[in-house]
C-alpha cells in the first residue's frame, strides 16, 4: 500500500500569491471559502516511516513542519525524508533543495537532463554529495527507490516522458520555440513493491497523446495539472500574458482540454493538482468546481491524505 500526502497542493507562487488580489487570493488571505495553498509537491511511503518526497517546493520548510509524519523524531538532527524526485527543473519544484542543505542525507532522483541543470548551478553544491547522491532516473523502467544508506525504501516508480516545456528560467530567448526534450518533463507512476494499483503524478503536462492514457489502468490514482480553467485564463484575468499551452500546462476545460481529454478513461481516483491562484475551481461554490466534481474530478489541498492499495 502507498501512502499519499499532499504537501502542497497550488502551482508557482502558492495561493495567496505574494502580489495578487484576485477572488482567490483575496478570499484565502481573508480565510473565506478557500484556505491559503503552498507550491505542489507530494510525499509518499511504502511503509509509513521512511518518504520520499516528489519535487521540492520553495515552501518546504513550511510543509515539513505542518506534516507530523515529517518531523524529526530522534536527536539532534534527523528526518523521516529518505529521497527526493523531480519531475522537472521548475523554480516551485526545484527551489526546495536549498532547504535540505542541512546535511542530512537523502537520494536525490531526476532525468540526466535536470541533474545536468542542477549541476551548472552552483548554488545547489550546497547539497553536500558526500550527503545526498544524485542518481538519474531511467525513463520508462520500472524501478526501486533508495536511501542514502542504499536500502530499499519499498516505493517503486515508472518515470516516462511527457510533454512539457524547459523550465522558465532556462528558456533561451533567441531559440524559435520553448518546447522541451523527452527528459525536461517527465511523469511519474508510484506505487509499492505489493500493490496492485498505482498513482500516477504529472503536475506540468502541455498535451495528452493516448500513449500516456495507455499507461493507467480501472485502479489507478491520478494527480493531474490544474494550472487554468481556461487557455486564455491569464490573460482573461489580468494576471499575464501567457496562454496556458506557452506556459507548457493544459487547461482543464475546452474541447481539448484535461477533462475532455480523460473522459472515458475509469480509474479510482481523479484529482487536479499545481492549481495557480486565477483559477476558478479554487472557489468551492464556483460552477467550475461543479463542473469537474460532474465529471468525476475533484481538487486537492494542502495535508489531503489517501492510499493506494
Not at 70 to 84: A, C, E, N, Q
Not at 106 to 124: C, E, K, P, S, W
Not at 246 to 259: C, D, E, F, K, N
Not at 277 to 290: C, F, G, I, Q, Y
Request: charged share 20%; with cysteine; proline share 5%.
Amino acid at each position: 500500500m502507498l501512502r499519499v500526502i499532499v504537501l502542497g497542493a497550488a502551482a508557482g507562487g502558492g495561493l495567496p500569491q505574494w502580489n495578487c488580489a484576485c477572488t482567490a487570493c483575496r478570499a484565502a488571505r481573508e480565510g473565506a471559502q478557500i484556505t491559503p495553498q503552498t507550491q505542489s509537491s507530494i510525499a509518499v511511503s511504502a511503509d509509513g516511516v521512511r518518504w520520499v518526497v516528489v519535487n521540492a517546493s520553495p515552501d518546504i520548510r513550511q510543509q515539513f513542519s505542518a506534516t507530523h509524519v515529517l518531523h524529526p523524531i530522534k536527536g539532534p538532527r534527523s528526518s523521516p525524508l529518505s529521497s527526493v524526485l523531480l519531475t522537472n527543473a521548475d523554480v516551485d519544484h526545484v527551489a526546495g533543495l536549498l532547504s535540505l542543505r542541512e546535511g542530512h542525507p537523502f537520494t536525490l532522483y531526476a532525468t540526466d537532463r535536470v541533474l545536468r541543470v542542477l549541476q551548472g548551478n552552483a548554488i545547489f553544491n550546497v547539497l553536500d554529495r558526500g550527503s545526498v547522491e544524485r542518481l538519474a532516473l531511467r525513463l520508462d523502467q520500472v524501478q526501486s527507490v533508495f536511501d542514502a544508506q542504499g536500502c530499499d525504501t519499498g516505493v517503486r516508480i515508472e518515470p516516462f516522458a511527457i510533454p512539457g516545456k524547459v523550465a522558465l528560467w532556462l528558456e533561451d530567448p533567441e531559440a524559435a520555440g520553448f518546447g522541451g526534450g523527452p527528459e525536461d518533463t517527465i511523469g511519474l507512476a508510484l506505487g509499492t513493491t505489493g500493490s496492485r494499483c498505482r498513482l500516477f503524478y504529472m503536475p506540468g503536462c502541455s498535451a495528452l497523446p493516448d500513449a500516456i492514457k495507455s499507461r493507467l489502468a480501472r485502479g489507478d490514482s491520478l494527480l493531474f495539472d490544474g494550472t487554468t480553467f481556461t487557455e486564455d485564463e491569464m490573460i482573461s484575468s489580468g494576471a499575464g500574458s501567457k496562454t496556458a499551452s506557452r506556459m507548457g500546462h493544459l487547461p482543464i476545460s475546452g474541447a481539448r482540454g484535461a477533462v475532455a481529454q480523460w473522459e472515458g478513461v475509469s480509474l479510482q481516483r481523479k484529482l487536479f493538482i499545481h492549481m495557480n491562484n486565477t483559477n476558478p475551481v479554487l472557489l468551492p461554490d464556483s460552477k467550475e468546481r461543479a463542473f469537474i466534481r460532474a465529471a468525476g474530478w475533484d481538487t486537492t489541498y494542502d495535508g489531503m491524505e489517501f492510499c493506494v492499495e
